[in-house]
């Protein structure tokens, strides 16, 4: 039995304990009064008789006469007769000194008795010489339901001479007696129950709160508050015990662990209401595909679990996990709209991928992060090339969070020509990022799965004030480009992030040029075209980067006045190649620049040929290798320098010699 159960049945107990003794002590209230009761009426009623005896006994002046068989007197009539109209005293009776009835007075009449009757009663008072009384109920119509008789001596020169006897009615006094009985018996047993019963219910129910809450504690030890599926802790428990039955049983068991894809934004959408909303409805689900004999848990956060008992082959367990998906991956009513939401699972199947809960989890997880970085709504199976990769792939997150924490990104510093007169004219801020090797990390692997961690928006936001900071020590005829990502926009206020790099680092706005593709007017169009033209109100540029890989470039031109088009380095690699249309293609973005009066940028120059196709194009501004690489802050003074001093701005250092770094070819 377990500890739930015994505990309830040991308040059962006490509560009918409880009951007993209250019921007793009720019962015996009852009791107690009712004696004292009868008591008292009978000292009240035996007062009362011998009051009348001796009365009776003192007002008659020939009651030995009587007693000894004589008519009574006139004086004697007369007083029966009175005493007959009391009410009260419904009968007299005269003994003699041997204990016979010698005269009756009753309601019928007064006279001497035919036939003497013994009464012990009688005798005993004369024998002890003291008053005898009896309270008794009566058995006849004839008598008064309850009266009482008292017998009372009579002595004559220290002799007993007769016995009086007065019966007293007392069924109206009892009547009396009972209904004040029945008041105080009430009053006592309320107040009796009052005092033990309120300590006890209050008993009872601190009790059973102290149960619920004991109760609940132990739910909510070993279950999710949320949706009453059972908790990590009680699931790894439940899984070591299934996992050794299935040795026994020469059984699998396979453990799919569910992640419902972008959970984040359901919340950010919807609120929390609709987050809870969408578990609920995810645990709900997952109990109607699951077996009664499968485990369901909520591992934490969007993160669910299903263990599959008694599996036969990998089908079987990949046939369940599509019904799981399948069930999952249905809209869910929520208000006035649905909610579509998408889930990712990853399977792992002992003992092959684990013999050991731990082990299991750890497979399955490796195999649903494995889906997600796949595309998402989605199912993987583990593998142990999954495990490397998945395992880099932790790695490289960890990396990207401890360096956002630590600010450990640095900026690289490409230059930006006029290609007419090769003159600097500016910097693009490169956003970078060394392993614990010192091992530069491509750009084109951490900046997604930065967004995909949502820190992009604090990685930016630093970018965008190291690069206000660093420009702001250079001439002023240079600008600085900064890109910018779409999860900036939708993450914060991006003009006021812009607001106060340019206010801290004092850089003039004309000097700042910001970088956006095109997916993030496609993303939001309304709200990001309004934040550019806020941001363009403010005096920096808003430049139109890899221009032309999109498939609507051109409507945005038109949509949004940009500053600056830049081409992405795609057309200059294909320059030159079998496809002679690339050339065709970036002359006609150049011209079409020039006509909008947007200055075009081309990326990714890097050779000698490329140089001589631009210059023949017209193109304003270029940036590639051919004219210099990403370099550091310091080395971007340098370049500078070297920059004025090829133009005849500055002197040659110590009268000639060669720059120090050669920035064009």
């Keep these: ?171 109206e006094q009892r009547a009396l007696f009972f209904q004040a009985f029945v008041a105080a018996a009430a009053a006592l047993c309320t107040l009796t129950s009052l005092s033990f019963g309120v300590p006890a219910i209050a008993w009872y129910r601190r009790t059973k709160e102290k149960q619920r809450a004991e109760r609940s504690i132990r739910f909510l030890s070993h279950h999710d508050p949320l949706t009453g599926l059972i908790n990590r802790a009680s699931f790894v428990v439940r899984l070591e015990r299934a996992l050794v039955q299935g040795r026994a049983l020469a059984g699998e068991v396979a453990l799919h662990v569910i992640d419902i894809d972008r959970f984040k934004d359901v919340n950010e959408t919807l609120g929390h209401h609709g987050g809870d909303a969408l578990l609920k409805a995810v645990a709900d689900r997952l109990r109607l595909v699951a077996r009664q004999s499968d485990l369901v848990a909520r591992l934490g956060g969007d993160e669910f679990v299903v263990a599959q008992l008694g599996v036969a082959d990998k089908a079987q367990a990949e046939d369940f996990a599509r019904r799981l998906w399948s069930a999952l991956s249905a809209p869910l009513p929520f208000r006035d709209q649905e909610i579509a939401a998408t889930v990712s699972v990853g399977i792992a199947v002992s003992p092959m991928h684990g013999e050991s809960a731990a082990r299991l989890l750890k497979s399955a997880d490796l195999a649903v992060h494995s889906a997600k970085a796949g595309g998402r709504n989605c199912i993987r199976f583990f593998s142990a090339e999954l495990d490397e990769s998945v395992q880099a792939r932790l790695r490289l997150e960890r990396m990207v969070r401890e360096a956002t924490e630590r600010e450990a990104f640095f900026l690289a510093y490409q230059p930006i020509f006029e290609l007419s007169g090769r003159r600097l004219v500016g910097f693009e801020a490169l956003l970078r990022l060394r392993d614990a090797d010192g091992q530069p990390i491509p750009p084109s692997t951490f900046i997604p799965l930065a967004e995909e961690m949502r820190l992009i928006g604090r990685i930016g936001a630093w970018a965008l004030r190291e690069a206000c900071r660093t420009a702001a020590g250079w001439p002023e005829s240079l600008r600085v480009a900064v890109n910018l990502s779409p999860s900036q926009f939708a993450e914060g206020d991006i003009c006021a992030i812009v607001a106060a790099a340019l206010h801290e680092s004092r850089l003039a706005p004309k000097r700042l040029e910001l970088e956006i593709t095109e997916q993030l007017l496609f993303a939001n169009d309304e709200r990001n075209v309004a934040a550019l033209a806020q941001l363009k109100a403010s005096g920096v540029a808003i430049v139109m980067d890899d221009f032309g890989t999109g498939y609507s470039s051109l409507s945005y031109l038109w949509k949004f006045p940009f500053d600056k088009i830049k081409i992405d380095r795609s057309f200059m690699q294909g320059l030159g190649g079998a496809d002679e249309r690339v050339a065709t293609v970036v002359k006609t973005i150049i011209a079409l620049g020039r006509e909008l009066h947007m200055p075009v940028t081309v990326e990714g120059v890097e050779t000698a040929e490329q140089v001589r196709f631009l210059a023949a194009a017209d193109a304003q501004h270029v940036q590639g290798f051919w004219f210099g690489e990403p370099m550091s802050a310091t080395d971007t003074m340098i370049a500078i320098l070297d920059d004025l001093r090829r133009r005849g701005a500055l002197p040659p250092p110590n009268g000639g010699g060669k720059p120090a770094l050669h920035l064009v070819k």
């Design 1 to 171: 039995m377990t500890p739930a159960a015994n505990g309830e049945v040991r308040l059962r107990r006490w509560a009918a304990a409880l009951v007993a003794v209250l019921g007793l002590l009720l019962v015996g209230t009852w009791a107690t009064v009712r004696l004292t009761t009868n008591h008292l009426l009978e000292r009240e009623a035996a007062a009362g008789a011998r009051n009348w005896a001796e009365f009776l006994a003192a007002s008659i002046g020939d009651l030995e006469q009587i007693a000894a068989g004589e008519q009574p007197v006139a004086a004697s009539m007369a007083f029966f007769e009175n005493a007959r109209k009391s009410g009260q005293v419904f009968r007299y009776v005269i003994f003699n000194r041997d204990g016979y009835s010698q005269l009756v007075s009753d309601r019928e009449r007064i006279a001497l008795v035919d036939l003497s009757e013994f009464n012990p009663l009688a005798a005993h008072a004369l024998l002890s010489g003291r008053p005898q009384v009896d309270f008794r109920k009566a058995d006849t119509p004839a008598l008064p339901a309850y009266y009482a008789a008292a017998y009372v001596p009579v002595h004559a020169a220290g002799q007993p001479v007769a016995v009086v006897a007065a019966y007293v009615d007392q069924t």
